[in-house]
């Protein structure tokens, strides 16, 4: 198991900036990625870091407004998420540890869950 611990969430306007940031204790993480889940709705891929070459993969819907970095050192990640908009409300949660390496925007992909930050947007 790799307990993972997300922070950063809270409530601001839109338009607005909030940082999330994710630490894995025990093993070290090699990948990481972003989710999020509206009640109701399937959790969805937000964004991934390639630790390999550094590349970086968002979901369409924040793509220009998030970035998402990783420090393998530390064994943490963060997203740096500007211009929120209402519909980015929701709980965010970081996954670790990719089982299959085929599509990172599966919930089905990841072995380690943390247990979520909540992010509301409001205007």
């Known amino acids: 198991q790799v307990p993972l611990v997300e922070s950063g969430g809270g409530s601001v306007q839109v338009g607005g900036s909030l940082t999330l940031s994710c630490s894995a204790s025990g093993s070290p993480v090699r990948e990481m990625a972003w989710f999020r889940q509206v009640p109701g709705k399937e959790r969805e891929g937000v964004a991934f870091f390639y630790p390999l070459d550094g590349r970086t993969y968002y979901a369409d819907s924040v793509k220009g407004r998030f970035t998402v970095s990783q420090d393998n050192a530390k064994n943490t990640m963060s997203l740096q998420m500007n211009s929120l908009r209402a519909e980015d409300t929701a709980m965010y949660y970081c996954?670790?540890?990719?089982?299959?390496?085929?599509?990172?925007?599966?919930?089905?992909?990841?072995?380690?869950w943390g247990q979520g930050t909540q992010v509301t947007v409001s205007s």
């Open positions: 996954a670790a540890s990719r089982k299959f390496n085929f599509d990172w925007m599966s919930v089905q992909e990841w072995r380690f």
